[in-house]
């Protein structure tokens, strides 16, 4: 019996045999692709296992190892008797009788299941078609035109050997592959089979010789777009056949079938395209270690980077060789189609790397080859005339936006489902897709757009307009070396890691070590330091100290990384803060293990950071300069600018200096609270570098002082103060003791401010480094440190009312010193070699110390130094909002109630007040409201709910004149009064945050605020989104006011807002215009991409939509949160929806430095829950732990820039349960209806009225929903309440 290859399905349902249990065994295949497809050493390419077969596939090629005997003697046996079996043979003989789609080339349209047709052998005279963009050229002068001296002497050499005979051409397989022969009777049909090439053959040349004219038929414009090049294909040899082991390997390999399938869709495609691109397949590589961890999740990498990931020489990717043989025998795939296949892998390669090079880019070249095209029925001439209703192969030529890149329509098909389909090029890359006609339109009304609001640019100012954007972009401290990097790597779960840049003179590691330049200018090479997502790999040498499963892999992996800002970010860490890195570790949901080599990762970053810092000169040619050099090099700037480390650091055993430092698990307990954190020291590379060298290899001491390439006006810090908080437990507890007496080296100013301040105190005026002013600074701090140790003895004989007022006095004393010296440094004059920055931040630190040594000594139980409190007032359940509102009264009980499952009310030091009395709610209305709101506004909103009738809830509040901008902001009689003691609320916090009575401040109001400005719907939102007064605004601004006006006189207040919206109103209120008293930072969702560009010709109102409106219209309150107008501002759009990891990432790499930078004297968070993932809204992934996470961050960055002086405001969040049985009159209840219990906290006469369908979305909430994030955020603030 012979089986033709074209019997070989090609489809999961008929890869084997039948479903009685017989089996086509898999003997041992190529030792070089063994690593490549070894999934699972146990599993089986056949269904037989409930018969006992089951077989190792570790693929070992027939080909070129001999395989096991008793391997090769089953499988024979196995596949004869499988293959004489009645039913395979009719089965196989219905695959062969089927009708094909080989006359409709439609991709979309064709259905699964074409079969590979014979492998066509070339004629002896048939001329090798080369492509200059004109005409087809014989061989003599493909040889004769050969790109190098090189490639034309491999085309003289195929011209002599190329076969003569069918016999030559296909010659027969060694003993060791016919041993292995699928059937015994094979060699009775070759002849027939030999018969069938000759004539494929002859046919595919006929073709060929017909296709001269193609490229006349292509505009010449067009033909230089797609970049025709001349492609020297010579004689190449047909491909061979697979065989049933090759179809099974190859199966196996791209997990393919139904014993391999791992997705919805892992089948063959029907047509040879589509199973051309299978290379791009995502496979997964760890399903060992999945069948011993069923809860861990798989690793997916593309199949062609992974087989090419194992390659060890220039022939070992059979698994792409595989695959181009089978696309090569399929029915249907056009003859220039498989001269490209089989030249791709005869072409000569030096390396597995240069061979990936060549396949990847026939793959490309087939998507737009004229040819190709022509022959697979795409209509490549522009018509002068349309062709039907659709205008056909007129819009040839072309050109349309598509996905936001321009891009040529190069080709044309009919189709029956769509009427017919284009195909497009992108301008600079050259990747292909397909337009349907509506697709089709849409890009070409996106390109006039453009073009009217964007005059076009001339030929002599073309160029890269896909990558334009990606040229130029850069990252701060690229001259460090130093940045955070998304790896290509899939197990790395997408997570920004830090990565050394290597500069362009150290070119790209190939597989063989060897080094070659970047190939594309939009591509850096890094290297990630300390990656955790190698440790699965078995292969890979374990390190001898490695104490936790994650650090098993190498210490540094090589990757190639595209440029851009969603995968390379600014590293800002300039020292190892425990701390912080513990905070941020949370946000990456990776496993606790995984921390000890997140901060191995930063321990190196952080010490080559420094490093280079300190002793490495840097670049100083201008930005053009280093972009002329990236464009010699073909390179990118970053690689241009980053610094060219030595050898000698680079090959530092790392492995055995950090296993000798701390290991996470021996660290002390977090240092929250101290303004300097939990720090370790930074690993001193220059010390080590030296230490190499004489006398100190010799263990002598060198009497020279190191040299630092930095000048004094650049040193990045402020020189180390002896003074810092102690380095050990011990000297900690040492440190607390001696505070507790009252002798004089306790307050000795040098307990306050460093020695490099108290330098600058005594110098003398005739110093040539003193500095004008600061003397008498110091004598204002000496005096404010006596005054502090005066109150202390006698506040023991004070009442609480006296003792209140005293602590009251001495901080606000203390904070106004602060801002004077701030004034007095900035107007001085500073010596060269003296920074300025430097002695301003350590007097801020100065003051800040004895801010916190009066809280810790004047405090007392409810009063001071570890208090939380959290405020609210009945009165704000006077706005009661319309049905179907998100914005639903039982938000505030809710919020109570979350809050006393954190302590308020049950712990002492952990207030609950529930009172706004009547001078903040007197201040609120008459003073801090018309400074935040324009007094047309406030009258008008006054006037209009004075109106309302008292019985009356759910009226629009603030829509205009015309009716419009009111849908979403409803409100009752009570409203004002509401929205009053909600800002009355938030200045009572100020006030008893920023005189120390206590450390944080949790304000349960609503209605929110963050979405109400200066006046109606501000920054042209369509609504005021919920929001009638701007309590966050308000509050900066009371805490901003002069003493003389009534305010606390801060100088710098920051508002950080973490609602899933971007708060429009509180930027609009405080930074319209650039005020150095303010910063703004909103997290929120949205972005360019969501809510439409300046550019696309469409107006505002059409991006935007109201607050929990369809989300196709962009994100309320639409563009004004995408960018951020000066340095006062800082708005990060996350995307479509907040995730943990985005969040966490932004709040560490990009908050933190800024907040740290602007150094404010209180944080002010507008904290909304609405980013939850239960949220109705929907546009969040939160849970409530990483809002707890969110609040710590907030707390470090306070207690690092001012004492832990921080409050909140709530805002948004609407995932609270139904709290009052329904009351439908025609959905009956049920008996599976839950409510939330808010107890007493719920008032009596409080309805909870939620249309059915909303009801739905809510029960989720009841596993964890608003109440929960109001509990995790007051709890974080507990535990953030100790100043030390």
């Known amino acids: 019996m012979s089986i033709d290859q074209d019997q070989l399905p090609p489809n999961k349902e008929s890869s084997c045999p039948d479903d009685k249990g017989d089996s086509i065994a898999v003997g041992e295949i190529s030792s070089s692709f063994t690593a490549a497809t070894q999934f699972d050493k146990g599993d089986t390419v056949n269904k037989g296992q409930d018969q006992g077969t089951s077989e190792n596939h570790g693929l070992k090629s027939n080909d070129k190892d001999t395989p096991d005997p008793v391997a090769a003697e089953e499988s024979t046996s196995s596949s004869s008797e499988a293959l004489d079996k009645p039913n395979d043979s009719t089965n196989m ?46 061989k003599p002068e493909a040889a004769a035109s050969a790109d190098s001296p090189s490639e034309q002497m491999d085309v003289e050499e195929r011209s002599k050997s190329a076969p003569t005979s069918a016999d030559e051409a296909n010659p027969s397989p060694p003993p060791s592959e016919q041993s292995d022969a699928m059937d015994v009777d094979e060699t009775k049909s070759s002849s027939s089979d030999d018969e069938d090439n000759d004539a494929g053959a002859a046919a595919n040349a006929q073709s060929d010789d017909d296709l001269d004219f193609t490229f006349d038929l292509i505009d010449p414009a ?67 270690y999945l069948n011993t961890q069923p809860s861990a999740k798989p690793i997916r990498i593309d199949y062609c980077d992974w087989v090419a990931s194992n390659a060890r020489n220039k022939n070992d990717l059979r698994g792409l060789e595989l695959l181009f043989r089978y696309v ?24 597995s790397e240069e061979r990936l090079d060549i396949i990847i880019k026939a793959a490309t070249r087939m998507n737009y080859d ?98 334009a954007a990606t040229a130029k972009f850069t990252v701060p401290g690229i001259e460090n070396g130093i940045i955070l990097a998304k790896p290509t790597n899939r197990a790395s779960k997408g997570i920004m890691w830090p990565a050394r840049v290597r500069n362009v003179v150290e070119g790209k590691l190939t597989a063989d070590g060897k080094v070659r330049r970047n190939s594309s200018k939009n591509q850096i090479h890094v290297i990630f330091l300390a990656p955790f997502w190698n440790a699965q790999d078995a292969s890979v040498s374990k390190m001898s100290n490695a104490t936790d499963p994650y650090s098993v892999g190498p210490l540094f992996e090589y990757d190639t990384i595209e440029v851009s800002e969603y995968n390379i970010q600014e590293y800002t860490h300039n020292s190892i803060s425990i701390e912080q890195l513990e905070t941020g570790f ?120 190191r040299i630092s390439c930095l000048t004094p006006e650049a040193l990045p810090s402020s020189p180390d103060p002896n003074f810092t908080p102690a380095k050990s437990a011990k000297r900690a507890l040492q440190l607390a003791s001696e505070e507790n007496g009252d002798t004089d080296a306790v307050w000795s100013i040098n307990r306050f401010a460093s020695d490099f301040l108290v330098g600058l105190f005594q110098r003398e005026s005739v110093d040539d480094y003193s500095v004008e002013g600061v003397g008498q600074l110091g004598t204002l701090i000496t005096n404010l440190v006596a005054k502090l140790r005066q109150t202390c003895s006698a506040y023991p004989g004070y009442g609480m009312h006296k003792k209140v007022i005293e602590l009251k006095k001495m901080l606000c004393q203390c904070l106004l010193i602060k801002g004077h010296g701030e004034d007095c440094i900035e107007y001085s004059s500073i010596p060269h070699g003296v920074s300025k920055v430097t002695i301003i931040t350590e007097w801020r630190k100065a003051c800040e110390r004895i801010y916190k040594r009066a809280v810790s000594k004047l405090s007392f139980t409810g009063v001071g130094n570890g208090v939380t409190s959290v405020i609210t007032d009945s009165r704000c359940n006077g706005h009661i909002t319309q049905l179907g509102s998100f ?92 929205a009053v003691v909600g800002i009355g609320a938030s200045l009572k916090a100020v006030d008893m945050v920023v005189t120390g009575k206590c450390v944080n401040v949790f304000c349960a109001i609503r209605p929110p605020g963050h979405h109400a400005g200066l006046e109606l719907r501000p920054m042209q939102a369509v609504s005021n989104g919920f929001c009638l007064f701007n309590a966050a605004a308000c509050a900066a601004i009371y805490a901003t006011t002069p003493l003389s006006q009534g305010g606390l006189g801060l100088r710098r207040v920051c508002v950080i807002d973490f609602d899933v919206h971007h708060g429009n109103g509180t930027q609009d209120i405080l930074c319209s215009t650039y005020d150095p008293r303010y910063l703004y930072v909103s997290v929120h969702a949205g972005g360019a991409h969501i809510n ?46 907040v995730t943990a990891s985005a969040m966490g990432s932004a709040l560490v790499s990009q908050v933190t430095p800024r907040v740290e930078e602007f150094s404010p004297d209180l944080i002010i968070l507008s904290a909304g829950f609405d980013a939850h993932e239960n949220d109705p809204l929907g546009m969040g992934g939160l849970s409530a732990a990483d809002f707890g996470s969110v609040t710590e961050v907030a707390c470090q960055m306070a207690h690092k820039t001012c004492s832990g002086r921080i409050l909140s405001v709530l805002e948004g969040g609407y995932g609270i349960p139904c709290c009052r049985p329904r009351n439908d009159l025609f959905l009956p209840t049920t008996s599976e209806e839950r409510l939330l219990d808010l107890g007493e906290d719920l008032p009596s006469n409080m309805d909870d009225e939620v249309h059915y369908t909303l009801r739905q979305k809510l029960d989720k909430c009841h596993e964890e929903g608003f109440l929960e994030c109001v509990q995790s955020h007051v709890q974080s603030f507990v535990k953030c309440n100790i100043r030390k």
Request: charged letters at 25%; aromatic letters at 6%.
């Open 328 to 351: 090569y025998h399929m029915k249907g795939t056009p003859s220039m189609a498989k001269k490209i296949l089989a030249y791709a892998l005869q072409r000569p390669a030096q390396s």
């Open 222 to 288: 067009l033909a230089g777009v797609m970049k025709l090049e001349d492609m020297i294909i010579p004689k190449v040899e047909p491909l061979d056949r697979l065989t049933f082991r090759d179809l099974a390997e190859l199966e196996a390999a791209l997990q393919i079938g139904d014993h391999y399938n791992y997705g919805e869709d892992d089948g063959w495609k029907g047509d040879w395209a589509g199973n051309l691109d299978l290379f791009r397949k995502e496979v997964v590589v760890n399903k060992n």
């Open 887 to 978: 914005e639903r009264p039982v938000r505030l009980p809710a919020a109570i109630k979350g809050a006393k499952r954190a302590g308020a009310g049950r712990d002492p030091n952990v207030l609950l007040l529930t009172e706004v009395e009547d001078n903040y709610y007197n201040m609120a209305e008459n003073v801090v409201i018309p400074k935040a709101h324009k007094k047309t506004y406030i009258k008008r909103l006054k006037t209009k709910i004075q109106s309302i009738p008292p019985d009356q809830k759910g009226v629009p509040l603030t829509d205009d004149s015309d009716g419009e901008g009111g849908d979403d902001t409803m409100g009752s009689r009570g409203s004002y009064a509401a």
């Open 1092 to 1137: 439409g560009f300046e550019d696309e010709g469409s107006e505002d109102e059409s991006f935007r939509h109201l607050l929990g409106g369809r989300k196709t219209e962009g994100i309320f309150p639409g563009r004004c949160g995408d960018t951020s107008p000066h340095k006062g501002v800082l708005n990060i759009p996350l995307g479509q929806k």
């Open 370 to 467: 004229p040819i190709v095209l022509k022959q697979d029925g795409w209509t490549i001439q522009k018509t002068d005339n349309p062709e039907g209703p659709l205008g056909g192969a007129i819009y040839i030529g072309r050109r349309v936006m598509w996905q936001k890149h321009e891009a040529v329509v190069v080709a044309y098909i009919p189709d029956e489902t769509y009427g017919g389909l284009w195909k497009g090029v992108f301008l600079e890359d050259l990747d292909t897709f397909d337009m349907e006609p509506g697709e089709l339109q849409m890009g070409l009304k996106k390109l006039e757009n453009k073009t009217r609001q964007k005059p076009t640019r001339s030929n002599a100012q073309s160029g890269s307009t896909r990558f």
């Open 586 to 705: 949370k946000f990456l949901g990776l496993p606790k293990g995984v921390f000890a080599r997140y901060l191995d990762s930063h321990r190196l970053a952080v010490s080559l950071k420094a490093y280079s810092l300190k002793h490495m000169s840097k670049n100083r040619d201008s930005e053009d300069q280093l972009l002329a050099s990236a464009s010699l090099t073909e390179s990118h700037i970053l690689s241009v600018k980053a610094p060219i480390f030595p050898d000698v650091v680079l090959m530092l055993p790392f492995d055995y200096i950090l296993s000798k430092l701390t290991h996470p698990s021996e660290l002390a307990a977090s240092s929250l609270g101290n303004d300097e954190d939990n720090q370790e020291p930074v690993i001193d590379i220059d010390a080590i570098v030296h230490s190499l060298s004489p006398p100190e290899c010799f263990g002598k001491t060198s009497q020279e002082p």
């Open 93 to 138: 003989k219905r695959q062969l009788d089927s009708p094909t789609n080989e006359d409709n080339p439609s991709k979309r349209s064709k259905p699964q299941g074409e079969t590979p047709e014979p492998a066509p052998k070339p004629a002896p005279e048939t001329p090798s078609v080369i492509m200059n963009g004109s005409s087809a050229v014989s």
